[in-house]
């Protein structure tokens, strides 16, 4: 990787982390949250799906803004939005303020998530595109390592609302990078302007392009199988397996190593292999992990260790996907790479958002019902590549 490219991919991806950061920091205080506040398991992981849905939501209009304004504008305001959040939910009296500030921390993070794609697309195509990406995944992928950890020291130290504090901080900290060292990469003479029937039209194109959809539907049943895992570990490792915080943000660490790990390779196996090859590959194997890790819940022998290690070879293999599709999914709109970026991020949102409160009913604390859920995403990714990459070009 080039200087150049380290220095966007560095700077992309720290500002990157202000979404993830704000869950996994918050997973650890899960339990404590319910305990405190009077609140059931489903109402407290309505923290967590509400977050997701305006995550999602809010990305569709930050994508044609971008288009529209420039890169750095929406930046700004959805930072300014999440540290708004971040506040009110530092001093949320009950569960229900402490839901609404999680939408709002939602709406305004969910910048993050569509901008830099969008800057990326602006400065790179192809395999350079997919390195950085790949390097963003990288610092993203540390977060669930790192800041449960750092969730759990917080939480020691100052309470579960001290984690609050410690995101609106780092939304400071984000908007001074986007301030003072991240430039503008979107010039006038490329802005687009935002109307109906532009973005009617920009959608239209992107609803009739089935690889479009295709890449973007096995990213987010990808990504829905962590939000799964991220809305039940917390009550299934604390809870039916008793572990302490500390205990439960190691091993969701050691959940997310692999997922990083394989990211990292993503760009060079395309390179030798072709993306078709490795999106197969990795679709496959994350089935493969996440079926075998059910039957063995099914026949009762999905103890703690069983079910860590299966969830680092699975989310080995996610890790070749992600990247990949994110980028493959925007190549060919370049023209609309706000507009593709935020309605890609939405579906994927909503897709995880949906996954959750379909597979909340089922939940019983155990492990069972989280890894089916895993599960039926996986397969579902798996099917939707078998459909989709037939029709990728050879490589």
């Avoid at 901008?115 to 963003?136: C, E, K, Q």
């Avoid at 072709?274 to 063995?296: D, I, K, P, Y």
Wanted: glycine residues 12%.
């Amino acid at each position: 990787m080039t200087p150049s490219l380290f220095r966007t991919a560095a700077i992309l991806a720290l500002m990157s982390m202000v979404g993830p950061f704000a869950i996994d920091m918050f997973l650890p205080a899960m339990p404590k949250i319910a305990s405190d506040l009077g609140a059931t398991e489903p109402q407290v992981q309505g923290t967590i799906t509400l977050y997701f849905l305006a995550f999602g939501v809010a990305q569709l209009i930050y994508g044609p803004w971008a288009d529209m304004s420039g890169r750095k504008p929406p930046i700004y305001i959805g930072l300014a939005i999440f540290a708004l959040g971040s506040v009110a939910a530092f001093f949320a009296p009950t569960i229900e303020t402490l839901v609404a500030a999680r939408f709002v921390q939602g709406a305004g993070g969910a910048v993050m998530m569509v901008v830099p794609r969008a800057i990326i697309r602006d400065l790179y195509t192809g395999h350079d595109a997919t390195r950085v990406m790949s390097f963003i995944m990288l610092v993203i992928s540390v977060s669930p390592m790192l800041a449960p950890l750092a969730g759990s020291g917080v939480i020691a130290l100052a309470g579960w609302r001290g984690v609050f504090a410690v995101m609106a901080a780092v939304a400071g900290l984000c908007l001074a990078l986007a301030a003072f060292v991240q430039p503008e990469t979107l010039p006038p003479e490329r802005r687009v302007p935002v109307n109906l029937a532009a973005l009617a039209k920009g959608a239209k194109t992107l609803a009739r392009a089935p690889v479009f959809l295709g890449l973007t539907f096995i990213g987010a049943f990808g990504m829905a199988s962590f939000f799964v895992f991220i809305s039940f570990a917390p009550f299934v490792y604390q809870g039916q397996f008793g572990l302490t915080p500390t205990g439960f943000s190691g091993l969701f660490a050691i959940n997310a190593v692999g997922f990083f790990g394989a990211s990292q390779v993503a760009a060079p196996l395309g390179i030798r292999y072709g993306a078709r090859r490795v999106m197969l590959a990795g679709t496959a194997g994350f089935a493969g992990f996440a079926t075998l890790l059910l039957l063995l819940a099914l026949a009762g022998a999905a103890g703690l260790v069983v079910i860590v290690a299966s969830l680092f070879a699975a989310n080995a293999f996610l890790g070749l996907v992600i990247p990949t599709s994110m980028v493959m999914a925007l190549e060919e709109h370049g023209e609309i790479a706000g507009l593709a970026s935020s309605l890609g991020g939405t579906l994927q949102m909503l897709t995880g958002g949906a996954v959750v409160l379909a597979a909340g009913p089922f939940f019983d604390g155990s492990a069972t019902p989280m890894i089916a859920a895993i599960a039926a995403c996986a397969l579902i990714a798996f099917a939707l590549a078998l459909l989709t990459l037939p029709r990728l070009p050879q490589g």
